[in-house]
């Protein structure tokens, strides 16, 4: 056997290691270990045990997940908000310093089926509160931490993602169909393991089936 041959064998060794040593876990979305930010639960009328529902509030909130550690891996969740224009703003935020301060990826399901190209390109967007809001991030790299979502579904359904972060991308894939629907580099390095659904300005949201692979 060559030394090529041996260095692949080798390198699919460690790749099996990797994978075997995953873990995907289902976690439960317990109300008694979720931290509220700014927002309040609300009931709705399809309610399932395991669904997290915020309300809408004059700002920015997150509901961190305080059992749950994460640093790098895979996220995958199904959410849903609605097709209400400037107020629907629904993600998750991981490296979780405070409540001001974290990265985020969210989406804008208003414009996922809007006629207009460009506001079809603002259907996702990455963020890096409080230094990298959305709109400074718009104004100093246009185009480069927002995205269309190809093939999206109904702006009231539920969908279904998959948020893959490394130490330095994050990248947003369809779940359904695996086809990759963002990749950004990201803004800061991780200093926090907590991780939370995140709703912006105005918005409401509905969150389910979180599953996390470090």
């Avoid at 931290?35 to 399809?46: A, M, P």
């Avoid at 414009?111 to 963020?127: A, D, G, T, V, W």
């Avoid at 509160?129 to 702006?155: M, V």
Wanted: proline share 4%.
């Amino acid at each position: 056997m060559n030394f090529k041959n041996m260095k692949y064998l080798a390198i699919f060794g460690i790749l099996i290691s990797i994978l075997s040593c995953s873990e995907n876990k289902y976690i439960e979305l317990d109300k008694s270990k979720i931290q509220l930010v700014n927002r309040e639960y609300i009931s709705t009328k399809d309610m399932e045990p395991n669904v997290i529902a915020l309300d809408a509030q004059n700002s920015s909130g997150l509901a961190i997940i305080n059992n749950l550690e994460f640093e790098s891996g895979i996220i995958e969740f199904d959410i849903r908000g609605e097709n209400n224009p400037g107020k629907s703003f629904v993600g998750i935020a991981f490296n979780i310093e405070n409540d001001t301060t974290y990265e985020a990826i969210y989406f804008r399901p208003f414009n996922f089926l809007s006629p207009e190209k460009i506001r079809r390109e603002h259907c996702m967007q990455y963020i890096f509160h409080p230094d990298f809001p959305w709109f400074r991030l718009r104004k100093e790299r246009e185009g480069q931490f927002e995205a269309e979502y190809f093939n999206p579904p109904s702006p009231d359904d539920w969908f279904s993602v998959r948020i893959i972060i490394g130490s330095e991308k994050v990248m947003v894939e369809d779940q359904q169909t695996g086809k990759k629907l963002m990749e950004v580099k990201r803004l800061i390095k991780t200093t926090s393991n907590k991780i939370g659904f995140w709703t912006g300005y105005g918005s409401k949201g509905s969150f389910k089936n979180l599953r996390i692979t470090e």
